[in-house]
């Protein structure tokens, strides 16, 4: 069981607009910045969105980021079908011994 | 261009110990954190331990604790991680990731290798 709550999948047709979202508490969302990774089989995990709302550099601006309270979203729009990955949000946990954690994960299908 | 190359996976034993590397390139590899995150087969990622500028260890998780031991050798550039007492559980790709800060509270990893397969089977 993941200390950050993520739906398990997701999905939505070309030039859709989808969401992720990813719950936690006081102690990891609510209270440090939360980081979003994109992961496709066989590669490395890209960080796509940084400090809640952030894109690094490359990232196109179809992907952005919120947050409020404790939990917080990915959204996607104009989804393509290259968007087909899997999703993961992270935070630091003050309260942990294990202060990196990481959501489930989510995956996005493209129908 | 920043490179991350893990190294040293492979098939081992219960109970034995594996050592795995990475050699960082392309940055300052001494003012940035380190972290291992692993991936077992058909799940989700997993931080597994990290590492301040100047090696102070950021905590490891649960499952690691008492048996995996992360350092570093900045004149090397190089990051590891010594596994001792592995499991069958253990079994997951094994990536090194750059964090974008020198070790506060952080979970943004800005690059990230492609990973070192550790298998533990009998």
């Known amino acids: 069981q993941s200390v950050l709550t993520q739906p398990p999948s997701a999905s939505g047709t070309p030039g859709q607009r989808v969401t992720i979202s990813c719950s936690g508490s006081?102690?990891?969302?609510?209270?440090?910045?939360v980081n979003w990774y994109q992961h496709l089989p066989g590669t490395a995990p890209k960080l796509l969105i940084y400090?809640?709302?952030q894109r690094p550099s490359g990232v196109p601006d179809r992907f952005s980021g919120s947050k409020s309270g404790t939990s917080a979203s990915l959204a996607i729009s104009g989804l393509q079908s290259e968007d087909e990955a899997d999703y993961y949000c992270a935070a630091w946990d003050d309260s942990l011994n294990a202060p990196v954690v990481f959501g489930g994960g989510t995956k996005l299908t493209v129908l | 261009e920043v490179q991350l190359v893990e190294s040293g996976g492979g098939l081992v034993q219960p109970g034995r110990s594996l050592r795995l590397s990475c050699a960082a390139s392309?940055?300052?590899?001494?003012?940035?954190?380190m972290h291992w995150v692993r991936q077992v087969p058909g799940k989700g990622l997993e931080w597994v331990s990290g590492?301040?500028?100047?090696?102070?260890?950021?905590g490891y998780a649960d499952s690691a604790k008492g048996r995996f031991s992360i350092s570093r050798n900045n004149a090397k550039n190089s990051l590891y991680l010594q596994m001792n007492s592995l499991r069958a559980e253990d079994t997951a790709l094994y990536y090194c990731a750059k964090d974008a800060g020198s070790g506060g509270r952080s979970s943004t990893f800005d690059y990230w290798g492609q990973g070192t397969l550790v298998t533990v089977s009998a």
């Open positions: 392309g940055f300052t590899f001494d003012d940035y954190a």
């Open positions: 590492i301040t500028w100047n090696s102070g260890t950021l």
């Open positions: 400090n809640d709302n």
């Open positions: 006081s102690s990891n969302i609510g209270s440090n910045h």
